[in-house]
Structures are given as structure tokens and as C-alpha cells.
């Protein structure tokens, strides 16, 4: 096959890991201006934020949401383009999208996808903390640059390249959202979100 050819990306049912917790059924709209993301064609992004208890690995939610690319290029436009710039240099150091892609192509398994952390390569039963993120149109989720898992140590390294400005459009997004569990909101609270 020769590389002028348009890459095929493949598609499957989103996997019930990136469904909400809240209704523990697919998302069915976007975070910020409340489209319906489940008719084909809608393209968006899921985020969750998951802590995990060790030794035991039991997993809450702390945050997550889904939100259509039109409110995302929108939330990204708001964001300093020097953080943007400091988030793509980050991960093109550090990980090679294309190697991955042809590697787990044909995989449809969560546990290959997001069974350690893309930076880090750390073993997702030992992380106290991650962020998965999937990509998705209508009721399908594409397996391609994402879905990926990253650990609580890369969001905190991400997070000394953000700009103040960048921080504090996180801070007023994470407003719109709700934690799926009351008894985490503390935690909630205190987290700082990250978007990737
Ligand atoms: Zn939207």
C-alpha cells in the first residue's frame, strides 16, 4: 500500500469505559452547548479522570465529559497558543503516534489501548491517578491517535507548562461540570483540570 493512500481508521461501539458515570450509558450530549453527539457524523472527544486505590485498584471517577470539536477548536481558541504549543512539543518528544497506530491498529482491546500510560509507559494497576480520552463520531468511537491513558505524573507535568491564562480557562470550564460521585467532591474541588 503506498502512503499517499488515505489512512483507514477503525471504528467499534464506544467501549462502556468512556461511558458516563453519572448515567452509565454512552454520553449523549456535548458539555458546552448541549448537541446531541449520538447521530453519525457528530464528531467530539471524551475525557474522564479516574483515582484508583492501591492495592486494590478500586477506580472512581472524579471528573469527565464529552464535547463536540466545534466547542472544542472554540475552548481551544481561548487557550494561550503558547501552551498550546509547550502541550504538542510535550508529546511529540515523548511518544510516537505513528509507531503506536501501526502497532495496536488492529486492536480493539481496551486493556492494549489504555493498559499503561503513553508517556510513561507505567502499568495502569499501579497509577494512583489517570486520564483516558477517546475520540468519536456519533455512536462509534475511532481507534487512531487516541484512545490513550496518561498518568497523574504526565498531568502534572503538562500542568507547569501551562500559562496562568491557560490554568484559569480550565478552572472556569471545569465549572460546567459535574462530579459523577458526591462523596468525591472534595476532591473535585481541589483537582485541577487538565485538557489534552
Ligand atoms: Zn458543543
Known amino acids: 500500500m503506498s502512503d499517499q493512500q ?52 478500586t477506580k472512581n471517577t472524579i471528573f469527565e465529559y464529552a464535547m463536540c470539536f466545534d466547542c472544542w477548536e472554540e475552548t481551544k481558541k481561548s487557550l494561550s ?10 508529546f511529540a518528544q515523548r511518544v510516537d503516534f505513528k509507531n503506536r497506530i501501526s502497532d495496536l491498529k488492529e486492536e480493539e482491546s481496551m486493556d492494549k489501548w489504555l493498559g499503561s500510560c503513553i508517556v510513561k509507559g507505567k502499568d495502569r494497576s499501579e497509577l494512583k491517578e489517570y486520564q483516558i480520552a477517546c475520540q468519536c463520531d456519533g455512536p462509534y468511537m475511532a481507534y487512531h491517535f487516541l484512545p490513550y491513558l496518561i498518568s497523574g505524573e ?12 491557560t490554568l484559569g480557562e480550565m478552572d472556569n470550564f471545569k465549572k460546567k461540570l459535574t462530579a459523577p460521585d458526591p462523596d468525591l467532591e472534595e476532591l473535585f474541588d481541589k483537582k485541577k483540570i487538565l485538557m489534552v
Do not use: W
Open 154 to 165: 504526565v498531568m502534572e507535568e503538562l500542568m507547569e507548562l501551562l500559562s496562568e491564562q
Open 6 to 57: 488515505p489512512e483507514h481508521i477503525k471504528f467499534s461501539a464506544i467501549p462502556p469505559e468512556f461511558y458516563s458515570d453519572l448515567t452509565r450509558e454512552p454520553f449523549d450530549s456535548c458539555v458546552n452547548c448541549g448537541k446531541n453527539l449520538l447521530i453519525p457524523g457528530t464528531l467530539y472527544i471524551i475525557e474522564k479522570a479516574i483515582v484508583q486505590t492501591q492495592p486494590h485498584q
Open 81 to 90: 497558543a503558547e501552551s498550546l504549543q509547550n502541550i504538542q512539543e510535550y
